[in-house]
């Protein structure tokens, strides 16, 4: 009896670790890929052009520009106008010269090379998972909260609540607040930016959110299974923690099935033509004039912590039921 509650602690203070180690992942970069040419010159753009992924989005991986640097010197800067407040290092006690820097935009960078060879606007991949995936974590989280109750009532009790609350907190978000809506407004401009064909990118629009609110669906119809499955199937609640312990391979597969896309759909309008080919997932690529890195970031790393916690619980829990059957 006690070694089976410094077991219950243990897969506690595991899942617990991993449940954490989630929810940072879900706002850490997981992945980031860089482009280099000749044109972009290694002493000017240190990085390339970087940019990173997250569960939520893609973001600018270019560091900041420092006024004294060749890149600082060579980047485009806004116009300052007369209402532009001029920022003096003279008076400044930290003589900081490089205060205020702004990096350059790589994402929008980066869309503009790709458009050259046809491909679409970055914010055109993923625009289902990247919409949904909060709530994604949080279908998660909630079935990691239940895997770490002991008895089966509990179980299905936090499961219920969770799942209910989850499922609210989604439909008000995207159809009562209009959040899809809004997406899909912004998916439309996105993508008109290099490639403005209306009724084309209105039926994507249209199939945006469609696919979005069968993925909604879906979501729900997932966690009835769920809690059917926990209440009716004995070790069922095993795959409670396996599900968002493989979220490293889901991200991947992810990715890798959005690169396909990306690089076997390019538009012919591209001012160049390139074959149909898969961008790198892994390591270092090349296309055209570009060498192309792409690497896991820490997110990644966070992503893997999670996933051993919840594999080394599976494995004590999976363990405590075969003892307790045997028994």
Request: net charge neutral; with cysteine; hydrophobic share 50%.
């Amino acid at each position: 009896m006690q070694d089976q509650k410094k077991q219950n602690m243990l897969i506690t203070g595991l899942t617990s670790v991993a449940l954490v180690a989630l929810i940072v992942a879900y706002f850490a970069p997981i992945w980031w890929v860089s482009l280099t040419a000749p044109n972009y010159p290694k002493d000017a753009f240190p990085d390339g052009i970087r940019i990173h992924f997250h569960f939520n989005g893609v973001f600018n991986g270019c560091t900041a520009v420092g006024k004294g640097t060749r890149m600082g010197s060579e980047t485009l800067q806004a116009d300052v106008g007369e209402d532009t407040p001029r920022y003096n290092p003279i008076l400044d006690k930290d003589k900081d010269v490089n205060k205020d820097a702004k990096s350059l935009d790589c994402v929008h960078e980066m869309n503009t090379i790709n458009h050259y060879v046809g491909m679409y606007p970055i914010d055109t991949g993923s625009p289902v998972e990247l919409r949904l995936s909060k709530f994604i974590f949080g279908w998660f989280a909630v079935m990691l909260l239940g895997f770490m109750a002991t008895q089966r009532k509990t179980q299905l009790m936090v499961l219920g609540a969770g799942f209910t609350a989850v499922v609210i907190w989604m439909v008000v978000d995207q159809i009562a607040m209009g959040q899809l809506d809004a997406f899909a407004a912004h998916y439309y401009n996105e993508a008109k930016t290099f490639f403005n064909q209306p009724d084309v990118l209105a039926q994507w629009k249209a199939n945006l959110i469609l696919a979005t609110k069968v993925a909604m669906a879906g979501i729900a119809v997932a966690m009835v299974i769920i809690l059917l499955g926990v209440w009716k199937i004995p070790g069922f609640s095993l795959l409670l923690p396996l599900v968002p312990a493989l979220m490293p391979v889901f991200f991947v597969i992810d990715y890798a099935g959005w690169l396909w896309f990306f690089g076997h759909n390019m538009h012919p309008w591209g001012a160049f033509t390139v074959k149909p080919f898969m961008p790198t997932v892994f390591g270092e690529g090349k296309v055209a004039q570009f060498s192309t890195f792409s690497y896991p970031y820490w997110g990644y790393a966070v992503l893997l912590l999670a996933s051993g916690c919840l594999l080394m619980a599976l494995l004590l829990r999976r363990r405590q039921m075969r003892d307790s059957s045997a028994s």
